[in-house]
Structure formats: structure tokens, C-alpha cells
């Protein structure tokens, strides 16, 4: 599976590094769990600049999150997989009006247009299920992106077995 440039920090260091690491210099940032921040806010995914380590250190050091490259992609795809079966939607990410939408489409799930069935390969799907027995995993949300022929993986939200 091709993974954009990723780290996983609290430490501001790392985080500047991986802006030398990416061909573009785009990075994000997402918080390892859902994050509320007073008043009740939930902290999407946004693109940080080359200045965020710095500016943001006391706040990069408070806990871990994930850095990751920003990816330019056609859509996403939400792949469930529960046991043996692999369910695949396309999220019309793309096609949101504001631009930090597209980012993390969640902004904007309640939109039942967003959301459309996808096929993926076969070899693709056994990979998956070999990566997902490999882990443990009775189920996982994987996120990944479409860029051309190419999909990209994001991540995965799982449930190990005994913790649901």
C-alpha cells in the first residue's frame, strides 16, 4: 500500500522535519482520537504551515498527533471491514464547496450526496484482509484516498477483539 510521509509526535522537531521531507512542503495535522475543544467543537483535519512548529510548541507538546503529508486526491474511500467482509464507499470529498472541506469531509457527512458504492480489485481486497487478519482486528474503518489509478492509505480506526 503506498502511505504519504507520517509521523506520529508531540515532539516539534519531528514535526518540522517532516515539511523537509515532503516534495510539496504541505503537511496536516489530525488528532489521534476525536478532539472537542471548548465549546463543544470537534478538531477536523487542517493543513498546518512550515511556521506551526514553532509557533505551535507548547501546544505540539501537550500530546501526540499525526502529521501526515497532504495528499491531492479525486475522492476518498471509507472501506469497513468486519470479519471477512470488505464494504467500500466513495466520498465525493472533492466536490464540497469550501476548500477545508475537502480536507476532512466530515464537516459535511450528513450530505447523502457525498456518498456513492465503489468496487475495488480483488488482489487489492486480499491485501486489505491479509493486512487486517495480520492485525488482529475484528473490525476497522480504513480511510483512503483516490489519486489517479493510485489509492492511498490513510488509516485505520479499528476494534480489537474484547474491546467493543
Known amino acids: ?7 506520529i509526535t508531540n515532539n516539534p522537531t519531528a514535526v518540522g522535519k517532516i515539511f523537509e521531507q515532503v516534495d510539496h512542503g504541505r503537511v496536516i495535522f489530525k488528532s489521534l482520537t476525536p478532539l472537542f475543544v471548548p465549546p ?24 501526540p498527533a499525526i502529521y501526515q503529508e497532504l495528499v491531492e486526491r479525486k475522492s476518498d474511500l471509507r472501506i469497513m471491514v468486519v470479519g471477512r467482509a470488505v464494504f467500500v464507499a466513495r466520498i465525493a470529498s472533492q466536490m464540497l464547496d469550501e476548500k477545508k472541506d475537502r480536507l476532512d469531509w466530515r464537516r459535511c457527512q450528513d450530505k ?3 456518498y456513492s458504492e465503489a468496487k475495488i480489485t480483488e488482489s487489492f481486497k486480499e491485501r486489505l484482509l491479509e493486512f487486517h487478519e495480520r492485525a488482529g482486528l475484528v473490525f476497522g474503518a480504513y480511510d483512503f484516498l483516490e489519486r489517479g489509478d493510485d489509492v492511498i492509505f490513510l488509516e485505520c480506526n479499528p476494534e480489537e477483539p474484547g474491546s467493543g
Open 40 to 63: 463543544d467543537q470537534l478538531l477536523y483535519t487542517t493543513e498546518i504551515t512550515k511556521e506551526f512548529p514553532s509557533i505551535s510548541r507548547a501546544s505540539i507538546t501537550q500530546c
Open 1 to 7: 500500500m503506498t502511505v504519504p510521509r507520517t509521523t
Open 112 to 114: 447523502d450526496e457525498l
